[in-house]
């Protein structure tokens, strides 16, 4: 399967611990973008990446919420002293620079925090 | 103002029944435009790019009109198998992020 992976597909957590996910992109897509996504919502943008530069963050990236790409490559988003709030389903998605920005989705990470 | 408006629906149809979902978007500066189908707890997939002329994907057909920001599809010939929650979704000039709509739930009914 040549598609955007994630991992894990969920997680569960209490309230205030630390989580992270990984997500790794189509393998000629240089660009990554992470979004979130509660019930009955359209997807939200987080953040994005070409290769590993960080070029836009969303204002609903808090200062809780790191996301890198250190290699270019595959991506890290952690949240840290997680909240109720944070529970939603975290998409990453990636995209060829250039083009028609079509972004092609991984199956996303449910996260729940208790 | 939400950048892309739609109406969420649901919307009930037989199969076989032509269906057309409509979205608005609030800025002109907009450049690219898709729908995006979303199964149920799934990730969203593109469904297809709209282009200023139109354009049509077998069943499928996209629509946009750049005057009244709006963007249309329409489904012939429903299948069961179109049940899928549609994605209104915008980009504009420059930017790297998508706007998505929240959504218009169809359900086709044997």
């Known amino acids: 399967d040549t598609g955007v992976s994630q991992d894990p597909r969920h997680k569960i957590t209490k309230r205030g611990q630390n989580v992270t996910f990984r997500c790794d992109p189509i393998s000629e897509h240089n660009r990554l973008y992470w979004y979130r996504q509660t019930l009955g919502q359209g997807p939200e943008f987080l953040t994005y990446f070409q290769n590993e530069a960080q070029l836009e963050k969303s204002r609903l990236l808090s200062d809780r919420f790191s996301a890198e790409r250190p290699k270019g490559s595959f991506s890290t988003l952690e949240i840290q002293r997680t909240e109720q709030g944070d529970s939603a389903m975290y998409l990453c998605a990636s995209s060829e620079h250039g083009g028609s920005y079509e972004q092609y989705f991984g199956p996303g990470t449910r996260l729940t925090v208790t | 103002r939400k950048e892309v408006e739609q109406d969420p629906g649901p919307f009930n149809v037989p199969e076989g029944a032509t269906v057309a979902f409509n979205c608005t978007y609030s800025n002109s500066a907009s450049q690219s435009f898709f729908w995006y189908r979303q199964d149920c707890r799934k990730e969203p997939k593109l469904l297809m790019s709209v282009y200023s002329s139109g354009n049509e994907d077998g069943r499928f057909t996209a629509q946009l009109n750049r005057a009244s920001q709006y963007i249309s599809l329409l489904i012939r010939d429903s299948k069961l198998s179109d049940s899928a929650t549609y994605l209104c979704?915008?980009?504009?000039?420059?930017?790297?992020?998508?706007?998505f709509g929240t959504g218009t739930r169809l359900t086709v009914i044997p």
């Open positions: 979704v915008v980009s504009k000039t420059g930017a790297n992020n998508l706007f």
